[in-house]
């Protein structure tokens, strides 16, 4: 579904195609000692795919819609960890 914007909008009924895309990560993890560790991870994803939705004629003609969406998500991480 929309977020509050969207449905201000009067768009309704959004899908995203299914594709696939490149990813990479790299992390560390640092021993605090014997049993407890922290790590640091980073992600990048690239995912290009298709959006289908609809109007009700408020923002944009009614009708149904497709537009190519790019995400490119960093994802960060911090953690902590304990070994037992």
């Not at 009614?62 to 037992?84: H, I, Q, T």
């Amino acid at each position: 579904g929309f977020n509050d914007h969207g449905k201000e909008a009067g768009l309704s009924d959004l899908s995203l195609k299914d594709s696939w895309g490149a990813a990479g990560q790299v992390g560390v993890d640092y021993l605090i000692n014997r049993d407890w560790l922290v790590n640091m991870s980073v992600w990048y994803m690239d995912i290009d795919t298709t959006a289908k939705y609809k109007s009700d004629g408020r923002k944009l003609a009614k009708g149904s819609y497709s537009d190519n969406v790019r995400l490119d998500p960093w994802v960060f991480m911090f953690s902590a960890g304990y070994r037992f």
